[in-house]
């Protein structure tokens, strides 16, 4: 009796497991069929709404063309400039304001009114500064980066269990500075790691939204498309800019789940 309870689990599971794995496959195929069958009928003008099969020819024509890769090239290239900067300046001032008083003293007021400001709204100072350029690009980029990643490895300090820190000290480490590189930035690594995952989603629509101004890459050619009126080139690189990001956030999940191995 108990062999067959043990079966049956074993049976179940392994078919939860399958439909799990069969589901984005199962979703992604019904998307393209609703898609197809509204193309068909011609609910909406071509125009308006293309068919898979022009957004097909469409994906070939910009792939064989090249403007697909230079495109990409040009939106990572400032997508990793304004993340690396922002990131590593914010993870950094995060773990300052967080554990010396003082910092986090002269910090709050200037948190209070600059953190509200969206990145977007910085674009007319980034093109008056640095042009039309990757450089303007990366600055917005990593402004959204940076205050993501201030405030959440500030919440980390902050959630550093006190009596860890006292268990340290007793056993004679008395130096903040020490105590910061061996208690709270580990401790605090989680929510620093959580931080950056978010500013990969934020600091990628950043990127595009830039890009509409005429900052070379992907959101760029994309608006480009939609004034001629090519909405199936606009389709693709609509798919171009999602699976680009699922990339990114699949590989930073298997990161991720490397660093927080000794959890």
Sequence with gaps: MIGRL?????????????????????????????????????????VMLPSPVDVARAAIVEAVSGNILQSLINSLKHYSLGLLWGSSLGVTMGLIVG??????????PLIRIFRPIPPLAWIPFAILWMGISHAAAAFLIGLQAFWICLLNTYSGVKSTDRNLIEAVMCFGETNRLRLLKKVVLPSSLPYILSGIRISLGQGWLTVIAAELFGIPGLGQRLIEAGMNLAMNVVVVYMIVIGIMYYLIDKVYKIVEEILLAWR
């Design 6 to 46: 043990r079966i049956n689990n074993t049976s179940s599971g392994s078919t939860r497991g399958a439909l799990d794995k069969l589901a984005p496959l199962v979703s992604l195929s019904g998307f393209l069929l609703l898609w197809s069958m509204v193309s068909y009928l011609n609910i909406f003008p071509r």
């Design 99 to 108: 554990w010396y008083k003082l910092a986090e003293a002269l910090a709050e």
